[in-house]
């Protein structure tokens, strides 16, 4: 037991007795990069301080959405002051509308917008409406991709389950599955024969048009916009899970950035700032399937809470009042890459980096990792041992090479430079 983690290792072992594997989701257990994980205890801006006192520059940013870094006073003043006011109602309340304003403003092809808690719950409703306003039953998701654990989504599912290697998840009956099919990512071929052999049955193509749950995989040119006809050819409703890139990647998300239209649109992470936030929006036609407009049911008793609402508006309002935001992460992303890419190069060892905006991630192997085989033919051993060399240089990088990075505004030349360090330390 080394003493630098001694109150993390107390902290897993106590708390395995409480909670399954310790932990309340599975990829922060460490289980595939070895050791046990750290316990956080504060963080501010680029940094988080665990519970022995020790500092790390962060590249999970909670998986995504503190984008504006840890403690960002818009957020955390707007959480108190609405604090003051009430928990919860389980009604309607005023900041909901606004909050509704502020999203169709900032991201395209979302004419109406219903809040959720999370993106399992607004990836599950987007499926369930797509089916209801179709009337046809089966899906297209691809390899790789994760879309919240709802059973129809956890097949060939990126993230947790690429990690710990879960082929099958026992409790998900035949019938909930058997209406997914799956595709590679980056594969149209694979698109249009599914579509070809199940003529007028797919009522829906899922996809992250920047896939981040297995490391980041950037889209090949004519990928989504080949999706894109095929969904129109055969009234498909196309719905892009941006639950990571929403108003990440741009304002209006992948959609903006890669110019491509989706019928529905599913949010997470970035929107609620830090507090569980999700939400489903898309075209006023399919969108009016919902309850109580239409019959598709959906419901919530903490949707749009007033608390998690106002540290989501706050982070939305600072992105939108300050677009340079984005010209920043881009230029952050790049640097990294190249930075990154130099200091692997120089110690021969052989490494791919995809990355777009605020997402990156390292795949050791020369080969380009295009989806989900690819990404799993790389060095993941490796990999591991990466994580540790740059956790003990005090670098937080996802606990597994299926998950992509992302970092926030907070990050400077001084975070930077400290990583890259820590790069040049490390020995394959
Ligand atoms: N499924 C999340 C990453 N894609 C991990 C969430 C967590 O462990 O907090």
Redesign the pocket.
């Known amino acids: 037991m080394s003493n630098k983690y001694k109150k993390s290792e107390q902290l897993i072992q106590e708390a395995a007795t409480h909670i399954p594997g310790g932990?309340?989701?599975?990829?922060?257990a460490f289980k595939s990069v070895g050791g046990s994980p750290v316990f956080m205890k504060r963080a501010k801006g680029a940094y988080l301080f665990d519970e022995d006192g020790n500092q790390y520059i962060d590249y999970i940013n909670?998986?995504?959405p503190m984008i504006l870094g840890h403690n960002h006073p818009n957020v955390t003043e707007a959480i108190q002051e609405k604090l003051q006011d009430a928990l919860s109602f389980g009604a309607p309340t005023k900041l909901e509308v606004e909050m509704a304003k502020l999203i169709k403003s900032m991201a395209p092809n979302v004419d109406l917008v219903r809040l959720v808690s999370s993106g399992t719950e607004a990836c599950m409703s987007a499926l369930r409406i797509a089916r209801g306003y179709t009337g046809k039953n089966k899906f297209i998701k691809f390899e790789g991709c994760?879309h919240?654990?709802a059973d129809a989504f956890l097949v060939k599912a990126?993230?947790?389950l690429a990690t710990f290697n879960i082929q099958t998840v026992p409790g998900i009956t035949a019938g909930a599955a058997n209406d997914t099919l799956t595709a590679a990512y980056n594969n149209l071929d694979e698109v249009k024969s599914l579509f070809a052999q199940y003529e007028n049955e797919i009522a829906a193509v899922i996809i992250e048009p920047v896939a981040?749950?297995m490391g980041c995989i950037i889209p090949q040119q004519g990928f989504l916009e080949g999706i894109r006809s095929l969904c129109d050819e055969h009234k498909a409703v196309l719905i892009f899970d941006e639950v990571?890139t929403g108003f990440r990647l741009a304002k209006g998300g992948a959609q903006e950035r890669l110019k491509i239209n989706a019928d529905l649109v599913t949010y997470g992470k970035v929107i609620g700032g830090g507090l569980p936030v999700g939400a489903f929006g898309g075209k006023r036609e399919i969108m009016e399937s919902v309850a109580p407009v239409g019959k598709v049911y959906q419901a919530g008793t903490l949707s749009g809470n007033p608390i998690a609402v106002s540290a989501g508006f706050a982070t939305l309002s600072y992105l939108n009042e300050n677009p340079e935001l984005y010209t920043q992460l881009d230029r952050t992303g790049e640097l990294l890459k190249n930075l990154i890419g130099e200091s692997l190069f120089k110690k021969g060892i052989e490494h791919t980096i995809n990355q777009l905006g605020s997402m990156i991630s390292v795949h050791f192997g020369e080969h380009a990792v295009t989806d989900f085989k690819t990404a799993s033919e790389s060095n993941i051993s490796l990999f591991n041992k990466f994580f540790h060399h740059m956790l003990d240089e005090g670098v937080y990088l996802?606990p597994?090479a299926y998950?992509?990075w992302f970092f926030s505004i907070a990050i400077t030349q001084n975070e930077i430079e400290k990583t890259i360090n820590a790069i040049n330390k490390f020995e394959s």
Do not use: A, F, T
Not at 23 to 28: A, C, E, I, Q, T
């Open positions: 932990v309340n989701s599975p990829v922060r909670s998986w995504g994760y919240g654990h990126g993230s947790g981040g749950n990571m996802p597994s998950e992509s």
